[in-house]
């Protein structure tokens, strides 16, 4: 045995059993999309009806997703220990959320007759922040120790972590009510900030679902944070990679030994 490799601690302390959470989490999700699109589809098979009367109903799945994107996830996974390969792990997690997030967003052409314009930005709009919090959660891990304890200060660096992800989506909605509080009227493209305040402009008003016209700065909005996403995933790969590659002297004297 290398005399350099002997007391070498292991790349991870993750306990048996919990790295399966956020994928349960992304089979649920999935399994709610199937059981939503099957619903719907039973009850139009029942007989004529408005495609509008399902408007509401497709903008709460949406919004459902949203949720499960921006706050179940994150706070789900910044729960468990770093997985041995975080960015793997993340990205496992990542391709889950967006095949569920699709399977779910593309049926509504069909089942509430939305354009397949605006069908087309919402896909692409929720999947440029579902690659931003993953990008979030890599960095994140990237950045933790690799051993977890109650002592170590992983359960407030998890947090803040939560914490900041919770403040990229609420920025938005709260600037544009402090605005409205004050009586003065908040920019246009603060409302596409925030995947909350966007569902407004993506789905449409109460009975009324999205018209095919594209909102002005929408495309802006979804290319800013695709690429904030894409710099977090860089960000992290650097970091991780640093992290795997042994200390200079290491294969030296693995060498001698």
Not at 29 to 43: K, N, P, Q
Not at 81 to 88: G, K
Not at 114 to 123: D, H
Request: aromatic share 8%; net charge positive.
């Amino acid at each position: 045995m290398a005399a350099g490799s002997v007391n070498r601690p292991p790349l991870t302390g993750e306990p048996r059993g919990t790295g399966g959470r956020a994928p349960a989490l992304a089979l649920l999700m999935m399994t709610y999309c199937f059981v939503a699109v099957v619903g719907i589809l039973v009850w139009t098979s029942r007989g004529p009806s408005l495609s509008s009367a399902y408007t509401p109903s497709a903008r709460a799945m949406v919004l459902v997703v949203v949720v499960v994107i921006c706050v179940a996830w994150p706070l789900l996974r910044l729960s468990q220990s770093r997985p041995r390969r975080p960015l793997e792990a993340t990205a496992g997690d990542m391709a889950a959320m967006l095949l569920a997030i699709h399977s779910l967003v593309w049926p509504l052409t069909l089942l509430a007759r939305w354009p397949v314009m605006s069908v087309l930005w919402i896909a692409l709009y929720l999947t440029a922040w579902t690659a931003f919090i993953a990008g979030v959660l890599a960095l994140s891990f990237a950045l933790a120790p690799n051993h977890r304890s109650r002592f170590t200060g992983a359960n407030r660096r998890s947090a803040l972590w939560m914490l900041l992800c919770l403040t990229f989506v609420t920025a938005g909605p709260l600037s544009m009510w402090f605005a409205a509080a004050a009586g003065a009227r908040p920019p246009s493209w603060l409302e596409l900030a925030s995947p909350l305040t966007a569902l407004h402009a993506l789905t449409g008003t109460a009975w009324n679902g999205p018209t095919g016209r594209i909102q002005t700065g929408l495309n802006r909005a979804t290319s800013l944070t695709l690429f904030a996403g894409a710099a977090l995933w860089i960000i992290a790969a650097t970091v991780d990679r640093r992290r795997r590659s042994p200390p200079i002297g290491d294969s030296t004297d693995d060498r001698l030994h």
